[in-house]
Structures are given as C-alpha cells and as structure tokens.
C-alpha cells in the first residue's frame, strides 16, 4: 500500500482558527489544534506512547468494514487521534484480504477539537466522484449507487476509528475542495449517504456499525464464493491468514467432493458473551454428482474473530460445501 504524505504544515493556533473560520466553515474560534505531524512523525523521535486500539479497513471485493487490532506507536508531540490517521493512511497489514477505504491520494489537511467535536479536514480526493456521464447524460443507478458506497466506506472508516479512542466523541468531516486549506461541510449525498435529507450539511457523527462485517456477513462471503465457483473470494474470510493456497485448497475439495451446495439460507446466529466468537445455523440443500438432492437442517458453522475480523472456521463449513 503505497503510503500518502500528510497534506498540513505545521501551523500556530491562531493560524488554524483563522484558516477555518467563515460562513461556509466550521468556525473553531474555541477549539485546540492537534494536527501537526507530517505521515511519518516517527523518524528521528521519541515513542511517548504505545496503544493497542481498531482499525478499520475494507474487505477486498466486499462492501463491509472489518475492524482489525492493531498496536502503534505514538511519536513525542504527537497525539492519539493523529496517529490514528496517520496508521490509517498507510493502509491495512499485509496478507489479510483487506484494503484501505480511503480512495488513493487522500491526504489530511487538519484537524482540531472543540469539546466533543474532532474535526477532521481531508483534501478533495477523499469524496471519490460520481462516474463518468454517459453519452445520453445520465449515470446508470448501479453505478451512482458503488460510488455512493465507496464514499460511505471512506466516511465510517475514519469516523469508527477514532470514535475507538473515545465512545462518546463525535466527528465531524469536512473537505477542502477548492485547495484553501479551510474545510467545509460536504453534504450527506457527496459522502454517500443517501435518501432523506441527503442534500443537507453532514453534521457530526458517532460510531456506526451497520457496514461491519459480522458472522452472518462472513459465511454469505463463503458460501457465495463457493457456490459461484469463486475460491479466492470464498478463502478470504477463512480462519488463517488469506494467500493463494487457500483457495487452491478450496479447489481440490470441490474437485474431490461427491456434490455441491445448491441453495442456503442462514436461519439463526448465536454468539458469544465475549463477543470472539460465534455459531451460524443455516439449511442448506445440497446436489449430488448422481443428480440426487438432499436438504440439511440447522447445520452449524462455526466463525471467530482473527485479530478482530471474522473468520469462518475451515472445519466447520468444508462439509457443507463440499459433502
């Protein structure tokens, strides 16, 4: 992942406040400046600190956030939010299926607290833009709705990591779009929420996790791999690390077995009090190479957290795709 400079230069509090104020700007008359750094605050300083906090990152090919655990360092002068960012540019730990959200060349311009309120400036490049018109003028609805999501991927991504260090805090997201230096609002429909009031002002967020990536999300990923011939997509999200001999694996088995997953439907998930791990039931209906069928019933699938992400147990679910 290639990594992005930090767009800020470091700047007095005085200059922040000024740089940000105006009618269509998040005054910061009374907040404290906390973005300084440049991507790598870590070469030639001192370590005040090391946390372990999550870190939110694509499935690749999927529309969900996985949260991984990751432990940091944060440089002498540097604070806990900056470093947050920083780690997030430079994108997810190599060899988990996972990709940054962030769209290539998105840079951080600023960012300051007021109260509760962290606001987060980025440069135009973090809202990704509509697709390319058609001849006719329109865009196709398909194609606004995956740039839609992008956007919303991008947004939750920064939003759900720094809301890690405080629960209670709430960010806001503003974008430099002309190059100035002062962040504004972008509307709820540029950063991809959609629907109601989508033409209103993005006001402060708080952690959401309707784009994670849960058990039942985890074994449709599989069982839809796998049914549709997909063995990379249907390895990704199994227990170990994702390479290649996964899927090939993956491939051998169905090469082997005496018949193939027809149709499933996922009827129960029960997971742990500690939340690391969790038992998907599903009916699946199975065809056989001799052209017979047979449906099973409540077959449990077992899937746990790997370093924060769900996985699908290979032991538990192999049966059922290939009997």
Not at 200 to 212: A, R, T, Y
Not at 281 to 291: A, C, E, H, R
Request: with cysteine.
């Amino acid at each position: 992942m290639k990594k992005r400079k930090w767009a800020a230069a470091l700047m007095s509090m005085a200059l922040a406040t000024a740089m940000i104020s105006g009618c269509s700007v998040i005054k910061e008359e009374t907040s404290q400046s906390i973005y300084q750094p440049q991507i790598n605050p870590l070469a030639g300083q001192n370590i005040s600190e090391t946390i372990t906090s999550n870190f939110y990152y694509v499935v690749e090919g999927e529309n969900q956030l996985a949260s991984v655990s990751q432990t940091i360092d944060v440089a002498s002068g540097e604070t806990r939010e900056e470093a947050v960012l920083r780690t997030l540019l430079q994108g997810p730990p190599q060899n988990m299926g996972l990709a940054s959200a962030l769209p290539e060349g998105t840079e951080v311009v600023s960012v300051s607290l007021d109260g509760q309120t962290l606001n987060v400036t980025m440069n135009n490049r973090f809202l990704t833009s509509t697709p390319v018109v058609m001849s006719d003028g329109t865009v196709s609805e398909s194609a606004a709705e995956q740039t839609a999501m992008k956007n919303r991927l991008a947004l939750y991504a920064v939003v759900n990591s720094l809301a890690e260090l405080d629960p209670f805090i709430q960010v806001q997201i503003l974008v430099d779009k002309d190059k100035t230096g002062k962040g504004t609002r972008p509307t709820r429909l540029e950063v991809g929420l959609t629907g109601t009031g989508e033409n209103s002002v993005l006001e402060p967020l708080g952690k959401n996790n309707d784009l994670l990536l849960t058990p039942k999300t985890a074994v449709e990923i599989v069982m839809d791999g796998a049914m549709s011939n997909d063995k990379q997509r249907a390895s990704r999200l199994l227990s170990g690390s994702f390479d290649l001999t996964n899927a090939e694996a993956l491939q051998a088995k169905a090469e082997q077995a005496k018949g193939s997953v027809d149709s499933y439907q996922i009827v129960d998930v029960s997971i742990s009090e500690d939340g690391q791990s969790a038992v998907v039931y599903v009916d699946v209906t199975q065809t056989m190479k001799d052209g017979q069928s047979q449906k099973l019933y409540n077959q449990a699938i077992s899937v746990k957290r790997d370093t924060g992400i769900w996985k699908v147990e290979v032991e538990s679910i192999e049966p059922i795709l290939f009997p």
